[in-house]
């Protein structure tokens, strides 16, 4: 009997005052309900929602020879008659490929200057594309210019309405946009080390895989050596995996 009291004394009842409807626990269970129903709205709409692009890969850059170069740049101060591109080794500097310049739109601007905007290729070996002035006695002048973008591999650009509100940012294709160098000292170049990563963008809308580089870079101002040069060097990062 003593037993069976103590197990009755272990299941103790509930109070009735917990077990009374009330209006504030009503109130709760329907900013309860609300709240789950509005997150399992917003998760079955971005899942439902159109994705404008599938997948996006880092791999090894295979198959290509040439890397397409998308540019737009202005040098300042300097008419388009005393700009040369070349594409030079990045050990000894000597010259790989003299850039086709036949899609690249190099003009006068109307304020001095010299507008380089087009696409042209670099053959796919370490190296850098180097932008000089061959005007006669400018070995002490600077090269001050603006570059407005730098893309590299397959034109990612006129993508940008398709994924660039998603959540792949556009300036890991073109870190270097509106970036500008003004006010450097005479007798220094400027350097910008590109460190690239080859990526494929595939989007849902077409069965089209676009293959462009995403980079960082970094920027040196360097003693010159010979006439006033701009350099934009290359590693591939991808290649020394």
């Known amino acids: 009997a003593v037993y069976q009291r103590r197990v009755r004394d272990f299941y103790r009842t509930i109070p009735s005052d917990m077990t ?12 309860t309900l609300l709240l789950i129903t509005c997150l399992i709205w917003v998760q079955m709409n971005h899942f439902y929602e159109d994705k404008r692009y599938s997948t996006i890969v880092v791999e090894r850059v295979v198959g290509h020879d040439k890397i397409a170069v998308h540019l737009n740049m202005t040098i300042l101060d300097y008419s388009c008659q005393h700009v040369h591109l070349k594409y030079r080794t990045r050990s000894k500097g000597f010259v790989i490929d003299n850039l086709d310049e036949s899609h690249l739109h190099i003009e006068d601007n109307h304020e001095g200057g010299c507008d380089i905007v087009g696409e042209t290729f670099i053959v796919k070996v370490p190296g850098y594309i180097e932008v000089s002035i061959g005007k006669t006695n400018s070995k002490e002048a600077a090269i001050s210019h603006n570059v407005s973008s730098l893309y590299l591999g397959d034109n990612a650009e006129w993508l940008a309405d398709y994924f660039w509100e998603e959540d792949l940012p556009e300036v890991s294709f073109d870190a270097l946009s509106y ?10 170049d400027v350097e910008y080390h590109l460190q690239l990563v080859h990526s ?42």
Do not use: F, W
């Open 200 to 241: 494929s963008v595939k989007l849902t809308a077409s069965t089209a895989t676009m293959n462009p580089y995403q980079y960082t870079y970094t920027v040196k101002r360097t003693p010159r050596k010979g006439r006033p040069t701009i350099k934009v060097l290359l590693r591939l990062v991808a290649d020394n995996h």
């Open 179 to 188: 970036h500008s160098e003004e006010g450097i000292e005479s007798g220094r």
């Open 20 to 31: 009374a409807k009330s209006k504030t626990g009503g109130i709760v269970s329907i900013v």
